[in-house]
């Protein structure tokens, strides 16, 4: 079965940090652009971060600009994303996605429809 498995999430206080990892299963996800996304209670699913094929190219959302860092490392087929410095607002599931377009296009407005694939989502909760 093909997947994308999130792990790293969990509870922590305002201004800590956490990083989240998501390792492919079932198949190599090395030549596609990773990225995560996240979704609030009540809220639509959203764009966070994106990272091209070869790692040269990151995008971010502004509300996590400066904050978060996305990163990969294709030899163990894994994507990061390093949260520094956490808000109550970024509490959320957040998400692993995999897509054969560019990172651009998946940073996008329209880029959360076109994601080949997701994984199941892992929940950061972030106390004040």
């Known amino acids: 079965q093909v997947q994308l498995v999130e792990s790293g999430g969990g509870l922590v206080q305002a201004g800590a940090s956490l990083r989240l990892s998501c390792a492919a299963s079932g198949r190599t996800f090395i030549g596609y652009t990773k990225g995560w996304f996240r979704q609030a209670p009540g809220k639509e699913r959203e764009f966070v971060a994106a990272i091209s094929v070869l790692g040269s190219s990151t995008y971010y959302a502004d509300s996590v600009k400066g904050r978060f860092t996305i990163s990969r490392d294709n030899a163990k087929d894994t994507v990061y994303l390093q949260m520094n410095s956490v808000k109550p607002e970024d509490t959320a599931v957040y998400y692993c996605?995999?897509?054969?377009?560019?990172?651009?296009?998946?940073?996008?407005?329209?880029?959360?429809?076109?994601?080949?694939?997701w994984g199941q989502g892992t929940q950061v909760t972030v106390s004040s």
């Open positions: 996605a995999a897509d054969r377009a560019i990172a651009q296009q998946m940073a996008a407005p329209r880029g959360i429809h076109d994601v080949d694939y």
